[in-house]
């Protein structure tokens, strides 16, 4: 096989949860484009609905299993439906994340002392109870590919941590515990585990970042490259870690940040603006 083939997935059948936006579509459309048939999950069909006519439009068969994460009995059905729609599954790539947020959507920024335990509760809900149901119902599909890879997509805020964003780091942390317990545990059944980190890239989660100058000149200048991402540039990064290209990769944390997590934050040295988050007692 040429090197250029292994980033092929033909054939593969594949879940991407958080399907509907941002990372989770660039996602699904890079896999589509390699030949991977996909089952594509968010809340509602209805915002699922431009992904799947895209990936149908790369030819591949695109069916949507909406299913809120919020209850962790539906993120189990998501992938037996999906299972059940593809005939199987090869791929799993578990997208969907969450911000603690307010009720207009807007995120909720708050240091660990003020933020209220339903914010928190929610967060570990989605971000890690969700995770662990959606990874318990995969196994036995995964167990019987002989391709079998699942990318759980954490964050670098679950590697360097995020003042403001705890719930947030702390759950997307944990994802890459289970990555590490997952890799090992499942190895012998034949199933890769990897996790996939981003940096900051612009997409709905982060417009209130990116769509604030001194907020999102603070955060770039923590950025070795000194740029937000774009979920495009994600995307290709989710591709190899489901593809025969990363056949001997498991157990790993692969960050796409820019270089946000080098030590000292890569720009050590560098002037940096003050903070604009006001510093809460
Ligand atoms: N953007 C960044 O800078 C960044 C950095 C590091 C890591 N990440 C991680 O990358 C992943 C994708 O982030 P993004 O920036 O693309 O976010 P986004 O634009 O806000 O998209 C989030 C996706 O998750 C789905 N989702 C949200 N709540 C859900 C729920 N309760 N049940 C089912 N699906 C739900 C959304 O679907 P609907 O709303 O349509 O239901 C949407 O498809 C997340 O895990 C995030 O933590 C993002």
């Known amino acids: 096989m040429s090197t250029l083939a292994t980033f092929r997935i033909d054939g593969a059948r594949a879940l991407v949860t958080g ?3 941002g990372i989770g579509r660039a996602v699904a459309l890079a896999l589509a484009e390699a030949g991977a048939d996909l089952a594509l999950s968010a809340r509602t069909a209805e915002a699922l609905k431009s992904t799947t006519e895209q990936v149908c439009g790369l030819g591949r068969v695109a069916v949507a299993v909406p299913g809120d994460l919020n209850d962790t009995a539906a993120a189990g059905a998501v992938v037996d439906q999906a ?4 005939g199987g599954l090869d791929v799993v790539i578990h997208n969907a994340g969450i911000l603690p947020s307010e009720p207009d959507g807007s ?3 708050l ?3 003020h933020l209220p335990q339903p914010a928190w509760d929610k967060v570990v809900t989605v971000n890690l109870n969700a995770t662990a149901a959606l990874c318990r119902h995969a196994y036995p599909h995964l167990a019987a590919s002989q391709r079998a890879s699942l990318v759980l997509v954490s964050s670098v805020a679950g ?3 995020a003042p403001m964003m705890e719930a947030y780091a702390a759950t997307k942390a944990a994802q890459i515990s289970l990555v ?3 890799a090992t545990g499942w190895a012998r059944q034949g199933i890769r585990v990897n996790a996939l980190c981003p940096g900051w ?3 709905d989660m982060t417009s209130f970042a990116y769509g604030n100058a001194p907020i999102s000149d603070w955060l770039v200048a923590h950025v070795p490259l000194g740029r937000w991402a774009t979920p495009e540039e994600i995307a290709p990064a989710a591709l190899f870690l489901a593809a025969p290209a990363s056949g001997y990769l498991t157990g790993q944390a692969l960050l796409v940040d820019g270089g946000l997590a ?3 934050g890569g720009l050590a040295g560098t002037p940096k603006p003050p903070s604009p988050f006001v510093s809460a007692g």
């Open 111 to 113: 240091p660990l002392q």
């Open 107 to 109: 995120p909720t920024l």
């Open 83 to 86: 299972a059940e729609a593809l």
């Open 180 to 182: 590490r317990s997952l």
């Open 159 to 161: 590697v360097v941590g």
């Open 201 to 203: 890239t612009r997409t």
């Open 19 to 21: 399907a509907s936006r």
């Open 262 to 264: 080098t030590p000292e």
